[in-house]
């Protein structure tokens, strides 16, 4: 498969009046067609942050990109024009954002909300561009589409809101479809409907979708790969089975520890202590290192490289280094690693 | 467990009026039992009522019918000021959102001691500043916090501080709404770890209300799950996971995504049809097993019954 996105040593920063916070520090990914990736970490980690680079939606002028590339079918469209990205924004590269309520035009009918790309990017004429609506309604599973199209966003429901921001991401057929938490705000049946749709979508349009969440149920059911990040930087980056079956990097195993299984009741979960580091001046090492009951010597005072685990697994933790000493992941963080659902019959007990 | 009563909900409504003639049936008729030591979780979509139900049980909202009776006491009948003052002590609530449920005006030292003065718990200002720093490392913060504000906290650490002042009054009963949604993962493991070790340690009872299941399943020993202001499921956590008999606990069931990517592609989602109910009576809440109860009507009943036997 071809690169459709390459990401290469991408820095982020914004100017704020206490100084510089570092939002994203030199990450490096690509993105093939008609893949997921996933990309999983707390809030401040840098994972809306990363997303917004690549549109160029970053609060300007405080946030910059520092260093790096972004290469999109082999342009580097960091130094595109403001009217270049506009029409890669609308046509090639779009977005679905959390929350639906903030990201449609309450004073605009969804119709036309929906049209405005169309009518822009594509060159249709109104009525074309209304027939193409009810479609994508339709495609987006929306009852009653030729009603729907005049009603405001405050007559939709949550679930249905958030299909109607999926209608308007795909109006254009775009490459890439950036999916910014966009279940977060969304009940659980609810999520499933809309993750189900997405996916069906992908594989009708061959689009390649780049999903930021900090649920792991969620990033299990969507991705064929997974970035952690942490503090600004990728720290595992492999396959859904790599990071869920045999994750390096204990800040993943914190992650996986920290969900509770279905099945057995343990005392305690395994939770990661302390809170994530300031990045306004990012510590000095690995920056997971305070939270680590793994950390090493070296991890205090360098930064470990990415190590390679296999061709598609890489981690940046010292742990891989061939003078470490082997650390296996905790028992509970083990159980996990074979699997959540693994021992539950609860599936045939339902059909 | 103990089959000490602590709270009995009885037939509770709420309705709020929307104009002259609308009227939302928040809460519908719902009755249930919590025991003294149990974590009992109240699951649902949102609106459908969870929420309410919490509020109205502590008294932020005046039932429309049906009684609450919490240590023998009916919550919702006209009481003294000092009467209300004992209730309020021994009932205490956490919210979902720390950040608006803390005042940010005032240091973290007087709101968590606002309870100690309203009941007027300390004995001098020494004795107040001790329990406050007693409180804060209880729930793993430190006693340097006492003078900042609200705003100086992550969102973790401000869980924290409502949490802190809740347990300011030694509640037995306390009531969690949505106490870990607006938080990050391990930061969610780490408030759960907490409140389990705080019930352990004080024997606490809590009323768990949340819509996130695998974390409900994790800290409840009993579920009820709702729908549409009704109570349509209600059983141990286990038996419930296990065996769940109502069409709409199947769904919200097959819809949790589980961080395991096999799993995962072949889990069959169960879509839930309020119109495939039997309509030749009104549905009513009754066991099906001991403990295990459901919305169903006589027919339903029966299926269910066989469903439960056939396993």
Known sequence: ????????????????????????????????????????????????????????????????????????????????????????????????????????????????????????????????????????????????????????????????????????????????????????????????????????????????????????????????????????????????????????????????????????????????????????????????????????????????????????????????????PKIEPPESVQRRMQGFASMDDRKDGEE | MENEKVLEVKNLQKHFKLGRKSVVKAVNDISFDIYKGETFGLVGESGCGKSTTGRTIIRLHDATGGDVIFNNENVHEKKSKKELLKLNRKMQMIFQDPSSSLNPKMTVMDIVAEGIDIHKLAKNEEDRKQRVQELLETVGLNKEHATRFPHEFSGGQRQRIGIARALAVEPDFIIADEPISALDVSIQAQVVNLLRRLQRDQNLTYLFIAHDLSMVKYISDRIGVMYFGNMVELAESDELYRNPLHPYTKSLLSAIPLPDPDYERYRKRVSYDPTGHDTTEEPEFREVTPGHWVRCTTKEFEQYKKELASK
Not at chain 1, 71 to 86: A, P, R
């Open chain 1, 1 to 324: 498969m071809s690169k459709l996105l390459e990401v290469k040593d991408l820095s982020v920063a914004f100017k704020t009046y206490s100084g510089e916070v570092q939002a994203v520090r030199g990450i490096d990914f690509d993105l093939k067609k008609g893949e997921t990736l996933a990309i999983v970490g707390e809030s401040g980690s840098g994972k809306s942050v990363t997303t917004k680079a690549i549109t160029q939606l970053l609060p300007k002028p405080q946030g910059y990109i520092k260093t790096g590339e972004i290469l999109f079918e082999g342009e580097d469209i960091t130094k595109y024009t403001t009217k270049q990205m506009q029409k890669l924004r609308g046509k090639d590269i779009s977005t679905v954002f959390q929350d639906p309520m903030t990201s449609l035009n309450p004073t605009m009918k969804v119709g036309k909300q929906i049209a405005e790309g169309l009518i822009k990017h594509r060159k249709m004429s109104k009525s074309q561009a209304k027939d193409k609506t009810i479609e994508l309604l339709e495609l987006v599973g929306i009852p009653q589409p030729e009603t729907r199209l005049n009603q405001y966003p405050h007559q939709f429901s949550g679930g249905m809101r958030q299909r109607a921001v999926v209608a308007i991401a795909l109006a254009c057929n775009p490459k890439i479809l950036i999916a910014d938490e966009p279940t977060t705000a969304l009940d659980v049946t609810i999520q499933a409907q809309i993750l189900e749709l997405m996916k069906d979508i992908q594989r009708e349009m061959d689009s390649a979708i780049i999903f930021i969440t900090h649920d792991l149920g969620v990033v299990a059911n969507v991705a064929d790969r997974v970035a952690v990040m942490y503090a600004g930087k990728i720290v595992e980056i492999g396959t859904a089975d790599d990071i869920f079956y045999n994750p390096k990097h204990p800040y993943t195993w914190g992650l996986l520890g920290s969900m509770p299984t279905l099945d057995d009741d343990e005392e305690e979960l395994f939770a990661i202590p302390g809170s994530p580091p300031d990045m306004l001046n990012p510590p000095k090492g690995d920056a997971f290192a305070p939270r680590n009951r793994f950390a090493l010597e070296i991890d205090t005072q360098m930064e470990p490289p990415m190590f390679k685990v296999s061709d598609s697994h890489y981690a940046a933790t010292w742990l891989l280094h061939e003078h470490a």
